[in-house]
Every structure is written in C-alpha cells, then in structure tokens.
C-alpha cells in the first residue's frame, strides 16, 4: 500500500518542459462507481469523488440500483465531478464481465434505456450529463464490432448529440464516432495492462491487474504522454484523453490520490475535459 497524503486543490503551476516540448496542461482523471447493489457495498465513492474529475456512474443492468445511482449524483454534483452514464450488459450476475449475444437493434435499446435513466436522474439533480462509457464486456464488443458499435451511438447520441464518447484509443467505436462527428475521447488505464494491440489483457491473465506502485508508473507516464509497455514487452503510445482508475479495485482511492498528487505536483491539472 502506498501512503500518500490528503489531496490540495491547489492551482498547479505553470507547464514543465521535456526535451524542449511543453507538457501537457490538464488530465482528465475519471472512475466507474455508483457499482454497489443494495447491500452488497461496492468501491469507496465518496472518498474517490473527492478526488476525481469525472465519474462513469452504473446504469443498473451490470451493478448498481435507483438510490445508489441518485446518491452518487448528488455527492459528484455537489464536489463538481463530470457526471457520465456507464452502460453494461444485462447481466448483474457476472457483473457485465460475460460477453452476451446482442443484435444492434437490441443493443440500441439498451444502450439508451440505460443512458436515458441516469441523464433524467441527473437532469431532476440540477446537473448535466457529461459524457456515457461502455462497461466491461461491452467495452471490448464495441471495439471489435462495426454493427455494435454504430447502435451503441446510435443510441447514445439521440438522447444529446453533444455528449462525449469514451472509449479505447483503437477499434470501431472510435472510428464510428469521429466519422459521426461525436466527440471522442481516448481512455487509458492506470490499473490494466496492455496487450501489443492497445487492447486490455484479459483478467484471468498474469500483470492484467496492477498494483498501486505499477499503476502509479503507468498512469503518469499515459498522462504525460510517455510510451508503456505491453504485458508481452513491445511499446506502446497511446495518445490518451481521459485516465481512468477502476472504482472497485482494492487500491482504488490510494491509486487515485496519487495519481492527482503527482499530476499537480508536475503542472498537470486534473480537470474534466
């Protein structure tokens, strides 16, 4: 565990060098929460939302339920965190982490029953929804299938066309939506390693889950714009927009604290893009 103390919403300084090119200004630094499940506990939210500058909030098909989701809002408008919807497949069981079979007109409709739901909550909480995320196994379905992905937007964007995409740095779902004209935002992972392709390892691989320290490294060097390596050693540069830290793992919260720590401490201001 590493031991990192409370965090300052201190404004950083002025942007650092590096080899004669200035580094980047702001960092998105964002969290999947609102995951607990009636009395099954989920993640540290409220001390996460202290320290993050958006949130992916459970739709209630892979986790979550109503007063959760209307808790989290209120504790994420009233800190100023970006509010998004994280859409998953209906499978509560296997905590969205199962692929399912979905046709895109199924997909469509749950993809914007789910985004739906959260932005009128949102909206009845005097805030506005921000950005929605794929959760878990749709995450990956969406970057391998053309027809998934064009319904996953599809539904999406018809509830507001202006709400960003968040999604991996390869694949359908960003070719789709850039050629929508949907903003897109690049996410990298502090937590997950990396395959050659710019894909996840699959958790049930060795060096899927990283540790603090690791998580640490890798997190800072994506935000910096920096190279990582893949978990087979190969280089990878991922041009990132948003990092996320996973709300439900152990170290979440000392992860997401040092992330900010550090960031501010070289001029990086953790700011909702």
Known sequence: MIAIPPVEHARPAAPVLSCGIA???NCDLNADMGESYGPWRMGEDAALLDVVSSCNLACGFH?????????TIEHARARGVAIGAHPGLPDLAGFGRREMQVSPAELRALARYQVAAVQGCVGAAGARLRHAKAHGALYHMLARDAALAGAFLDGVLALD???AIIGPPQGALRELARAKGARYLVEGFADRGYQADGS?????RPGALLDAQAGLAQGLALARGESIRAGDGSVLALAIDTLCVHGDGAEAVALARALRVALEAEGIAVRAP
Not at 200 to 204: F, I, Y
């Open 23 to 25: 580094m980047r200004e």
């Open 63 to 71: 986790a979550g339920d109503p007063l959760t989701l209307l808790q």
């Open 161 to 163: 066309a202006s709400l």
């Open 200 to 204: 996840l390892l699959p958790r049930s």
